[in-house]
Structures are given as structure tokens and as C-alpha cells.
């Protein structure tokens, strides 16, 4: 946060995120209700269903502050791809043989495939829009404003979100405890939703926000619904958990995918790993923070991967808070527009120095009618990208600034014992 300011706890975030999923537990039963008479089919009150619990997760995540989490910007989509593109493939493999099953077996397409086309796809628009705001929004966002700080709770609260994301996939009323098939299926059917979790957030955690995240999720649960449920009109099952024989094939399958979802896994767990903290959600105020300032930033460390990553990480660590802190000055044209997309799409061949004091106290000036772009001083040693610059006409002023604490500087006291980098401007015991 920034200098000579408290910063907040985040407790009150949290709470307010426990009560909206309570209440989403409990509220959407008593909307629906009434309304079943009007539901022609299961499809239909599935759709009904689905659009209910989107809309209200939605609204109850703008009521806790996260309105901005649902802007989507170019480039938001391929950010989750980078993650979660392989479970995509797998998704898309899976429909296909669902598809090849049912064809070989001789049924026939059904005579309302084109009217159930257009329901699954606002279903499960509505599948991405309500799990995204109702686990990576409001429940991550919740518990990363009270325990973003440091790195166990960020790390503690990716995973306790992707444990909660994937109970939220078994029927534990249904669920008979005495069956070691079915406790078995339950466990691998949340690895494999938890693993999932895991992917769409160190996505969304790159820009807090989440509407990308939602139109994929949205279209990976199309690509596995759309053979069975639109083409063939087969009754939809959401059951994820089979007694008897089955249950063999189930556990199989589920091994199978929870495989298949470990090379996307990791490279997510490696990505969170070393994001820059603190991180307390969009739910906390960070707004865009970090990924779509500190991106332009960050492509410095990019362009200078033969790095070694502990200098990468202390690099990342130290300007969080110096972009957070930035943003707080009212009315600082640099900072204003440096959020244009334009702003952002290269790194200056020739750096230069304009200003060593703390924006607070002086913040460098663009000529008139001119944005500005304020960036940290790249690494040493590092080499900028000729092709991005090539690519960009007429690059926006660029003013690099090193910040400086208005006190001499000093060293994290830890700093010498645990090889902590520098604590960034504002930081104090």
C-alpha cells in the first residue's frame, strides 16, 4: 500500500464473501422454486437454473467490489489458453469418441438438435459466468484479502478454493461412504476439478479478471455436453459418481484425466509460485493490478529468461507495491496513461533516466498532448526485443523512473539471513 497509509486486513472482505456463499447456497432454491411449473423439460429447468445462480453470483461479486473483475480485454482468453489449452484438447477428444460412440451404435440425430444447440450454449455460458464469479471471484477473492500477504496464504488459498471447487462436484447426500468405489471416484473427480481450478486461477490471478476464464470454462463444458445432449437429446446426467461396474470405468477414466491434467497443473503451480506478492484479489481493490501494468514491466524479465529466477523474483516482488502505491496519486496523467493498449506494446530501444525521487514528490511530466508511460528501470543486463520495438509506430514517451524512499534507503533487516530483496517503497514493521 502506499506510504503513510494503514493497509487494510482484508477481514472484511472475507466475511462478506463467506455470507454471499451462503447465501448463494440458500437463495437460488428459493427464487427457482416457484418458477419450476414454467420449465417445459430438464433442459429447460437446467437452463432456468443455471441463468438464476449465474445472474446472482454476478451481482453478488459486483455488491463485494469486484465489478472490474468482469471486464474482458484482448488477450484475456489466450491467458487462460496458456494454462488450460491441453485440458481444452482433452475435452475436445472426448467429445469427438462421445460423438464416434453414439453414431456407431446406430441413434440417430435428434429432431431438435438445432433448438438444444442454442440452449447449451447459454448453459453453459452460464456454467462459466456462475463457477468463475462464485469460486475464482468471490470465495478466492475473499480469502486472498485477508491472507494475500504472504506466501503460504496465497498459495494456501489457491488451494483451498480448488479443494472447494471440486466438492462442489459431488453429491455427498447420494454418496454411500461404505463404497470404496465411489469414495474412490469422489476423490479423483475433485483432483481432477481441483487440478482445473488450479489452472483457471494462476490465469485469472495474472489480471484479476475473470471474464476469459468464464467464456472458456463455458465452452470446455460445450465441447463435452455437445454430442450427447445437443445432437443425440440424451437426458443430461451430473452425476459424477457410479455404483457397480461402472464404477471400475469411472475410476479409470478419472485417472486417466487427472494424467492427462498434470502438465497443465504444474506449469500453473510453477506460475503461482512466483507471482509477485502481495496479491490480495480484485475483491481487495487491486483493480487490474498487477498483470495489466506490470505486464509491460515484466517483459523485460521475458525478453532476459537466461536469467537466474531468484533475480527474476525479487525484481517482480520489489515493484508490486511501487505500482500499487502510483496508482494512488489522484490524477497523475503518467499513470492514466499508461493504461491505454496502445501504451503497452513495446519496450523502448533507448532507456532513459528522468527522475530518482518518490512520485509522491515529483512525477515526470509528458510533453503536451502526449501520454506517458512510467516503467521500472529494467534489470541489468537486460536487452530489449527488436522485433516488438520494430513493431511498434511511434512508441509513447517513456519515462523510467527508480524510485527512492524520502529517507536514505534501507535493508530489509532480514534481508542478510533469509536473501528477502529490498522491502519496496511504503513497506514498514
Known amino acids: 500500500m502506499v506510504s503513510g497509509t494503514t493497509e487494510r486486513s482484508g477481514v472484511g472482505k472475507l466475511v462478506g464473501a463467506v ?29 432456468l437454473v443455471e441463468l438464476i445462480v449465474a445472474s446472482m453470483s454476478v451481482g453478488a461479486l459486483c455488491l463485494l467490489g469486484g465489478t472490474h473483475m468482469l471486464d474482458y480485454e484482448r488477450g484475456d482468453f489466450a491467458r487462460v489458453w496458456k494454462y488450460t489449452g491441453p485440458i481444452m484438447v482433452v475435452s475436445l477428444v472426448l467429445g469427438a469418441l462421445s460423438i464416434f460412440e453414439y453414431v456407431s451404435s446406430g441413434t440417430e440425430v435428434s429432431p431438435y438438435w438445432l433448438s438444444k444447440l442454442a440452449l447449451y450454449t447459454m448453459l453453459c455460458l452460464g456454467i462459466g459466468f456462475y463457477e468463475e464469479s462464485y469460486c475464482r471471484g468471490i470465495a478466492l477473492g475473499g480469502l486472498l484479502s485477508a491472507f494475500g500477504r504472504t506466501r503460504a496464504g496465497f498459495m494456501g488459498s489457491v488451494l483451498a478454493t480448488a479443494v472447494f471447487f471440486g466438492s462442489l462436484h459431488i453429491s455427498w447426500g447420494a454418496l454411500d461412504f461404505s463404497s470404496a468405489s465411489q469414495l474412490a471416484q469422489a476423490l479423483l473427480k475433485m483432483t481432477q476439478t481441483g487440478m482445473y481450478s488450479v489452472c483457471l486461477s494462476a490465469a485469472i490471478l495474472e489480471s484479476n479478471r475473470l471474464s476469459g476464464a468464464a467464456f472458456f470454462h463455458g465452452l470446455d463444458d460445450f465441447l463435452v455436453m455437445f454430442g450427447p445432449y445437443v445432437l443425440f437429446g440424451v437426458e443430461q446426467d451430473t452425476n459424477y459418481v457410479s455404483s457397480g461396474e461402472d464404477g471400475a470405468l469411472m475410476i479409470g477414466m478419472y485417472v486417466v484425466l487427472v494424467l492427462l491434467y498434470l502438465p497443465s497443473f504444474i506449469k500453473a503451480l510453477r506460475a503461482l509460485i512466483i507471482m509477485p506478492l502481495p496479491r490480495r484479489g480484485g475483491l481487495y481493490g487491486e483493480g487490474a493490478l498487477p498483470a495489466r501494468e506490470l505486464e509491460v514491466a515484466y517483459r523485460a524479465v521475458v525478453d532476459a529468461r537466461s536469467a537466474d529466477r531468484a533475480v527474476a523474483r525479487s525484481f517482480f516482488d520489489q515493484w508490486v507495491a511501487y505500482y500499487k502505491s502510483l496508482e494512488a496519486y489522484q490524477g497523475q496523467q503518467a499513470w ?56 511498434t509506430q511511434a512508441p509513447a514517451p517513456v519515462a523510467f523512473v527508480r524510485p527512492q524512499p524520502p529517507v536514505p534507503p534501507q535493508v530489509h533487516p532480514d534481508a542478510a539471513s533469509s536473501g528477502l530483496p529490498t522491502p519496496p517503497l511504503g513497506w514498514a514493521r
Do not use: K
Open 336 to 391: 492514466a496513461a499508461q493504461q491505454a493498449p496502445a501504451a503497452r506494446q513495446a519496450w523502448p530501444a533507448q532507456p532513459q533516466q528522468v527522475s530518482s525521487a518518490h512520485p509522491a514528490h515529483q512525477a515526470p511530466v509528458a510533453p503536451a498532448g502526449q501520454p506517458m508511460r512510467v516503467m521500472p528501470v529494467p534489470p541489468e543486463g537486460y536487452v530489449p526485443n527488436p522485433t516488438r520495438v520494430a513493431a
Open 19 to 47: 455470507v454471499a456463499l451462503a447465501a448463494l447456497y440458500v437463495l437460488p432454491s428459493l427464487v427457482i422454486f416457484p418458477l419450476v411449473d414454467y420449465a417445459n423439460d430438464s433442459d429447460s429447468l437446467s437452463l
